[in-house]
Each structure stands twice: as C-alpha cells, then as structure tokens.
C-alpha cells in the first residue's frame, strides 16, 4: 500500500487525473489516524482528513452564498439512482450522496460516512460508523446501511468492482456503528475503490424511488429534476458536518461540447468539462480559466470474440487495429495535443511501466492499409458486416465514423449503430451486441492494471479458455500483491497476452480541458483533480 500511495502522489504532481465520480463534495469531519483499508499486510496511517489549500481561502465575508452555481454536465442517465449512473453524469451524484471516505491530492483520507478503519491483520479489518448522520429523510445512518450499499454493489456487474477484493461472506454487522470487515485477497485497488461506494439508506430503499428522488446524506438535497435538462439542488441545512458554502447548486445538461461553449459565453454556467480542445482558447478569451489534462483512460475499439462475430479470428482483429489510424484520429478530436496509445490502456495512471510499451510490434507498428487489407483478406473479412457501435458522445462517434470510412475502403460492409449513454454499458456486456464496440474503460483507482484485470471480467467480449484463464492470473496477480516490482513483471504478462489476443485495441489517450469562472473558488482538490461541491464558494 506505502509503495501503491508513494506512486500516486508522484504521478499526481506530473498530471491531473479527470474522474467520473470525483466532483464531490465537502464533509467537513474527520477522526483520529486510523489504519487506510484495503487489506495490506502491514497497515498504513492514515492522516486525519485535512487537505492543503490550493489557494489562499477567502474570509467568509466576502464568500457570496447565495448566488447559485450553475455546472455542466452531459449524458443524462435519466435516473438519480446512484447505481445506475454512468458517464458525465455520474460527476453529479457526490453532491447528494457520500462514501465512507474520499481520498485527496496528497494522498489524505477525508473520513466521511465513517471515522476509521482499522487494520486487524492483512485479511480483516474493523470499519467505525459515523454516529449522528441523517439520510434526507430523516432516517438515521447505521452500519446496516453501509453493509446494504456493499451487497448492492456485490450483486450488480456494473458496481461490483466498489467491493471487488471484499469478502461479502464474512463481512458482517458487529452493532449500530460497527462492521467486520474482511477481505477475500489483497487487492491494491481496494481502498480507492471504496471511494466510489456510494451509501444508501436500507430502510426506505426503493430503486425505483430513486429514479426520481435523493435520499442520500450529503450537503445537497435535491430540488428539482428534469431529465435532460438540468439537477438542481438546495443546501442541507441539517447537514452532519460543515454546510455547503453555497445555498444552490444546478447542474445542465448539455450534451455538444459547442453548446457548452455557447453557454459560457453568455454566462449560463460557472463550470465545465470536456469542452472542445479547438476552443480552450477562445474560453480563455472569455475570462475563465482553463486547465487541460489527461484523463488517465483510454478510447478502445473493443472486439466481439464470439463464435459467431466476424471478429471472432485473431486476423479479423489485426485487420481492424492496422486500418484504425490512431494519429488522425488524435488530429480530429484533440488537434494532436493527445496522444496515440502504445499499450491497451493509458501511460497516465499510476502503475504504468515502461517496459509494457514494447511488450508487441501491434502498436509500435500502428496504422497500415496495406497490412490490414492482407489481414482482411485472409480472414475472410472482406464483404462481411461488421456493427460498430457507441453511445453517442462526439468523442466515440468521430472514432466509429473514421474506422467505418477504413473499413469500408477494404471491402468491408461497416455499419454504425448508436445506443444511447443510459443503455450503452449493459449493452456492450454481451458481446453478441456488437462487433466493435467504441468505448472508454476507466476505474477510479487510476491503475492500468485495474482496467485492464476487471474490465475483461464484466465486459467479457467473448473471450474464454485457457488463455484467458493465464491471462486472468497475470492480471489479478499484479492488482493482488503489494510488491510494486512483483505487480509490474506479473502485468507485463498480462499485456503480453492481451496485446497477442487483441481483445480491444486502445486508440487514443483522453484529454479533459477544465473550466472554471475565475471568482469561483475551492480550496483543496481530491484525489482525481476534482473537487468536492460543497467546497464550491463565489468571491466577492
């Protein structure tokens, strides 16, 4: 875990990691040091929760609390459901909801819906409820509640990796505020991952309530909601700890990155992600500010390897990844201030070695119509229909329509489905959905290994027997040691592997270009770059 941690915060001074969930908001509480969780073998401290400001804090008297904040956000889930959000829009839920701790830039637990967890021995461990925390709707918090969320999780594909390493058997309910924790391994992923375990109240559970309506225990309840316009949200005054610095919160939905820009221009919105990497200029010109980093992930082309998908032959693949021009793709979308991948996932997380750049010529190759027509034509790829599919958003749209210009050059009868965002993740889990599926795999841990150990896990494209099953070893054997040398040599054969299958092939590294309105403020950053909502506060 040291060794995990120091790695972080080494690469945190390098970049800026862009998350989903990471938008968040301010607990204001924290507890003595306690052991951080994730079941390593020699416990790590942890600090009390307080972060280092990343500006100088305004005197509360110049705060300006009661004018509302307005933030973009995109890719309506058309639900409030914590679990079953995903995309943009789940930035939105930390301001209702919370976990038991968020993790900062520097490597802090801000110890949230709990106050510790201490360390028994490398497989268990003693979770301590915070007392005094209220739901919405009155129902107090108690470890029922966070035991429920943990088997919610557990039991659904897409949120199963919160509780990957936990085990849900002998993990149990001591008292009110109380939890035996245990844990089926080591996993070095676990404790970020806890991060985005999001409490719900056991009680008055009802998902389809929560379509509509919060019941969470954050600083924010909400006000208003209308699908695919905008979330509003109204300050909890009976909030556990420190308010919300300001009294309105409204996320819009805007899905075009033009839109947003439009926005901006007349003042609609304070903040904003992911505006077109052609504008950042422009925005400048308005008078905000505007950061751009990498956001740690990748797009992929994931492959259908079932039996009956014209990708189901390593060649096939090897066709589709050589015609796949990753540099004019990179040109299109970011205007060459990304990067091609070299590996099947990012070089900007924090267990990236060197060495899984050469681990195969697939990407040190890279683009060639001449190879992937050779390769097209001896797999019997030529005049067969291949489904590209995405869930709409520009960036997997642009990737699907200049891989189907290619493919269509070689004879191949490439055809564009788009789903929308809410349906896209399930969709891609049955790989007779789709032929190529244009996606982004990211985790909240920031691992390469992480993606790429669990992401074939319940994204399974097809791909079975006993490779797989090596495969699988390699990959869970480097998330599953707290040797950092041990982790990285076991993860070089896992890439081996992958790259030698081809079950996807990573195209492009994302960028994230950030803005903020220059008299909004907040003081200390998590751990993804982010920030916690109720932290937001207008100068002046």
Not at 149 to 172: G, I, Q, W
Not at 293 to 316: I, Q
Request: with cysteine; glycine share 8%.
């Amino acid at each position: 875990m040291k060794k995990i941690l120091a790695l972080v915060l080494a690469l945190l001074m390098v970049f800026s990691i862009a998350a989903c969930s990471k938008g968040g908001e301010s607990g204001g509480g924290s507890a003595a040091p306690t052991a951080a969780p994730g079941g390593s073998a020699e416990p790590t401290p942890a600090p009390s929760g307080s972060a280092e400001p990343t500006q100088a804090p305004a005197p509360a008297s110049s705060i300006n609390e009661d004018r509302t904040v307005y933030l973009a956000t995109s890719q309506d889930s058309g639900t409030l459901y914590p679990n079953a959000l995903n995309g943009a829009f789940c930035q939105t839920v930390t301001a209702f909801y919370e976990p038991m701790y968020e993790i900062m830039e520097d490597g802090s637990y801000l110890w949230l819906l709990a106050t510790g967890i201490d360390q028994v021995s490398e497989l268990e461990a003693t979770i301590h409820v915070r007392e005094g925390v209220k739901f919405h709707n009155g129902n107090p918090l108690t470890a029922d509640d966070i035991m429920f969320s943990m088997e919610l999780c557990a039991n659904d594909p897409r949120f199963y990796l919160n509780v990957k390493a936990v085990d849900m058997e002998k993990t149990h309910v001591v008292d009110d505020y109380t939890i035996d924790l245990w844990y089926t391994r080591y996993d070095a992923t676990q404790a970020i991952s806890f991060v985005s375990l999001y409490i719900l109240d056991k009680e008055s559970f009802d998902e389809v309530y929560l379509a509509s309506h919060v019941n969470g225990t954050g600083p924010y309840c909400l006000d208003e909601y209308v699908i695919n316009s905008h979330l509003s949200g109204i300050r909890n005054e009976n909030y556990w700890g420190e308010p919300a610095k300001i009294k309105h919160l409204t996320f819009k939905c805007i899905n075009e990155a033009e839109q947003v820009v439009n926005a901006l221009a007349v003042g609609d919105i304070d903040y904003a992600r992911g505006i077109d990497i052609t504008d950042v200029d422009y925005v400048r010109d308005l008078g905000y500010d505007v950061n751009v980093s990498f956001g740690g992930y990748t797009f992929v082309e994931m492959f259908s390897l079932d039996a009956n998908s014209p990708l189901a032959s390593k060649e096939a693949r090897l066709a589709v990844a050589y015609a796949t021009d990753c540099a004019s793709i990179a040109q299109v979308m970011y205007q060459g201030l990304s990067e091609v991948c070299v590996f099947p996932a990012s070089t900007h997380t924090t267990d990236y070695d060197s060495r899984f750049k050469d681990a195969s010529p697939l990407y040190a190759h890279g683009f060639d119509m001449d190879l992937a027509k050779e390769y097209a034509e001896k797999s019997g790829l030529v005049g067969k229909t291949v489904r590209i599919t995405n869930n709409g958003n520009a960036g997997q749209t642009i990737i699907a329509q200049m891989v189907q210009s290619n493919l269509i050059k070689l004879g191949i009868d490439a055809q564009i489905i788009t789903y929308d965002n809410a349906s896209y993740f399930g969709t891609i889990m049955d790989a007779t959905n789709f032929d190529i599926a244009i996606f982004e795999p990211s985790c909240p841990s920031y691992m390469c290994g992480d993606v790429l150990a669990n992401y074939p896990d319940f994204v399974p494209l097809g791909w079975t027997g006993s490779v797989r099953d090596t495969y699988g070893e390699y990959a869970h054997g480097a998330m599953g040691t707290p040797d950092a040398a041990k982790a990285a040599d076991s993860l070089l054969e896992a890439v081996k592997i992958f790259e030698d299958v081809v079950p996807w092939y990573a195209v492009v590294e994302t960028i994230s270009p950030t803005v903020i309105s220059k008299d909004l403020r907040y003081d200390r950053k998590t751990l993804s770059g982010g920030f916690r909502y109720s932290d937001l506060y207008f100068v002046g």
